[in-house]
Nanobody, 123 residues
Framework: VQLQASGGGLVQAGGSLRLSCAAS????????VAWFRQAPGKEREFVAS????????YYEDSVKGRFTISRDNAKNTGYLQMNSLKPEDTAVYYC?????????????????WGKGTLVTVSS
């Protein structure tokens, strides 16, 4: 599975961005989808995950109520809608998929990773 993340950019605090994660090589309809981020000088951290059935979601506490993870299996693509962005959301965002149907909050290990997309939030 190859993953391509896109949609990052520069946005002012309070703004919104929508990240996309396009998969190729095989269908990810039975895979859980997740997003991670790595801020400068920090370790990569879990942001959100969505189960294969699109029923179970997990979010890191600081993004709850602001970020929404979703998927479109027909397009073999996952998404992360980010609203009310804050400067502390600035990071490289990575998408990943896993053969587990559910990826719990705080997970670190995923089967496949995409290259990151940079999100910069200015104050």
């Amino acid at each position: 599975v190859q993953l391509q993340a896109s949609g990052g950019g520069l946005v002012q605090a309070g703004g919104s961005l929508r990240l996309s994660c396009a998969a190729s090589g095989r269908t990810i309809s039975t895979y859980a989808v997740a997003w991670f981020r790595q801020a400068p000088g920090k370790e990569r951290e879990f942001v959100a995950s969505l189960s294969a059935t699109a029923v179970i979601t997990y979010y890191e506490d600081s993004v709850k109520g602001r970020f929404t993870i979703s998927r479109d299996n027909a397009k073999n693509t996952g998404y992360l809608q980010m609203n009310s962005l804050k400067p502390e959301d600035t990071a490289v965002y990575y998408c990943a998929v896993d053969r587990r149907a559910v990826v719990p909050r705080g997970s670190r290990d995923m089967d496949y990773w995409g290259k990151g997309t940079l999100v910069t939030v200015s104050s």
